[in-house]
């Protein structure tokens, strides 16, 4: 029993100590207990890539949770709560995103820049929670949401966790937003060096990015060929159990292709650019939670948010 009780309080001081994660709605492989994980990851809080070399697949884990961790309305809000912010690298980059077709693709639906976990940035106040707009137009269907973070300063490393969740929204909706980018994590963008005390941060490749499209119409094509996400290597951690995805993971769109996503009707046409391109508004609709009563899963409880502003390029930044 002793031994026992070392190992859970090992376990409990590495949560303690890491950097962070969304506490709600429940991640995959969440350690936190209210999300009731047979099997958590007390790792989660690691990077998926360092140094432009990836460490795990894109959102850390590639199982989806045993049910949704929410049901939520297009127009409305997600409420994102994060857990252990005592490791923040002096902020930095996050995004929070979409993926329509399992995770092969997301649309990007809220981004603050460089001081992402503070109030503004001189970096003052720590932020721990997020009001994610969800766009009017976004169709129903499960859907992948993924949170992603360039840390400021530090080692140069990209962080990724996902939920699963559903949306409500029309039955013709159309989700049309900037591609999610992986910078730090595989290669497909230069390194972003340390910009915690100023000096290149790398935001210019937010800005100039591929634009995706998702859609209830099945024929959905691309006149291009352009890889929505670089291949990464096949093989992940396997003391983790996690295997990297290699061509079911990825794909890339051939001329006039239909694309069809795993498991829901709509469609995704992705970015079409000539070149490989390195280079939110908050409704007063509320989310609609559902309860489950899954092992694996726990809706997401009403927190409250820090007010954010919007620029002009649809990149959402501190006041």
């Known amino acids: ?50 140094d432009n070399k990836p460490i795990y697949p894109l959102c850390h884990h590639t199982t989806p949770l045993l049910s949704s961790a929410g049901t939520f309305q297009a127009g409305g809000i997600i409420e994102v709560e994060f857990k252990n912010t005592n490791t923040t690298h002096n902020g930095g980059h996050c995004e929070f995103s979409l993926s329509y077709d399992g995770g092969k693709s997301f649309v990007a639906i809220q981004t603050i820049l460089r001081s992402c976990f503070y109030t503004n940035e001189t970096k003052t106040v720590m932020n721990r929670s997020f009001n994610v707009s969800i766009p009017d137009g976004a169709p129903s269907g499960k859907v992948v949401f993924a949170w992603s973070w360039v840390n400021a300063s530090g080692n140069r490393e990209f ?139 726990l809706p997401a409880d009403s927190q409250p948010s820090v007010p954010t502003s919007i620029d002009g390029i649809g990149t959402t930044t501190t006041a």
Not at 22 to 35: A, G, I, W
Not at 180 to 208: A, C, H, Q, R, V
Request: include cysteine; charged fraction near 20%.
């Open 1 to 50: 029993m002793k031994v026992s009780v070392a190992i859970l309080l090992g376990a409990l001081a590495t949560i303690c100590l890491g950097h962070m994660y969304p506490s709600k709605p429940c991640v995959r492989k969440s350690p936190e207990p209210t999300c009731n994980i047979r099997k958590p990851d007390y790792d989660i809080m690691s990077p998926i890539g360092r």
């Open 159 to 297: 962080y990724m966790t996902c939920s699963d969740i559903e949306i409500e929204g029309s039955e013709d909706g159309v989700l049309e937003g900037p591609l999610m980018i992986t910078p730090n994590y595989d290669g497909s963008y230069p390194l972003i060096p340390d910009f915690g005390g100023g000096g290149e941060d790398g935001s210019n490749y937010y800005k100039d990015r591929p634009i995706v499209k998702v859609t209830t119409d099945s024929t959905s094509t691309s006149t291009c060929d352009t890889p929505v996400y670089p291949d990464t290597p096949t093989s992940g951690n396997s003391e983790r159990g996690d295997k990297v995805p290699s061509d079911t993971g990825y794909f890339t769109v051939k001329p006039s292709t239909t694309i069809a996503p795993e498991g829901n009707s709509t469609s995704v046409s992705p970015p079409c650019s000539n070149t490989k391109s390195p280079s939110d508004d908050i409704s007063a609709i509320q989310p609609k939670s559902t309860s489950t009563a899954s092992a694996e899963d």
